[in-house]
C-alpha cells in the first residue's frame, strides 16, 4: 500500500509543482520566492526538487491569495485531505486498500482540477486499487453455536438410523444401506462445517460509463438501455372509430 501511495504522491508533486510556481509568479510578482510566506514553505528554490509537502502546504497558505481564484472549495478540501495522507505516510503509518483508493481518488480528481498531463498516470494507479479492494470483497463466515449442535444432532440422528438398519434388516442387505446412511449424513455433516465464502459485491468502476457502482451490473448502463429501447419501441396505433 505505501508504495502507491509513494507513487501517488510523486505523481501529484510532479503534477502541480508547474503549476503552482506559475500562479505564484503570475500573482505576486518574479520575486515572489523572496516573499517571507513563501521563503519559509521553500526546501529549495527549484520547483522541480519540491515534494507533496511544499506544494500542498503552498496551495493552503496562499488559497485566498492566489488559488481561489483558478479552483473551488472542493479543491481545498482535497488539498486538506491529501495533507493528512502525506503525514501519515511520512510518519510510516498502515494504509488499507480503501485507504489507498481514497488517496488516488484525491490525487486524480486534484490533478485533473488544473488539467495535468499527470491525471490520466493516477488514474490508471485508481483503478487498480480498485480492482484489488473488489476482489478482496471475499469473506469466510465462522461457524457459530448453532451450527455446531446442528451438525451434531445431523450426526447422532445418521448413527441411530445406521444402528436401527443393522438390527432389523437381513445381514448383507443392512451393511450395505447402513454404510450408505453413514456416508450420506457423514457428507452433511462436513459439508455443514466447511466455511462459506460469502462474495460480498464490492465497489467496481464500469467500463462503459466509468462510474462506480456496487453489486453484479452497472444500473448506470443498464437504466440508459432501457430508456433507448423505450424510446426506440414503436407507438400504439390509435383504434379507428
Known sequence: MKGTISKALDLLTKGLAPYVARRLRGALGEKWMQRGSVSNSLTSVDPQSWDAHVVLLLMWDHWNQVFRHDLTFVERCLISELREFRNRWAHQQNFTERDTYRCLDSVERL????????????????????????????????????????????????????????????????????????????????????????????????????????????????RLQQVREEAAAPEPEMAIK
Open 111 to 222: 490533478l485533473s482540477a488544473i488539467e495535468s498531463p499527470i491525471a490520466p498516470a493516477v488514474d490508471e494507479l485508481r483503478r487498480e486499487s480498485l480492482q484489488r479492494l473488489h476482489d478482496s470483497e471475499l469473506v469466510e463466515s465462522h461457524r457459530s453455536g448453532r451450527d455446531w449442535f446442528a451438525a451434531l444432532v445431523t450426526g447422532v440422528c445418521g448413527g441411530i438410523l445406521a444402528i436401527a438398519v443393522v438390527m432389523f434388516f437381513p445381514v448383507g442387505f443392512s451393511t450395505a444401506l447402513a454404510g450408505m446412511i453413514l456416508l450420506v449424513f457423514g457428507r452433511l455433516v462436513y459439508r455443514m462445517m466447511q466455511p462459506t465464502i460469502l462474495i460480498n459485491s464490492g465497489p467496481r468502476q464500469c467500463s462503459e460509463c466509468t462510474r462506480v457502482f456496487y453489486g453484479d451490473g452497472c444500473p448506470y448502463c443498464e
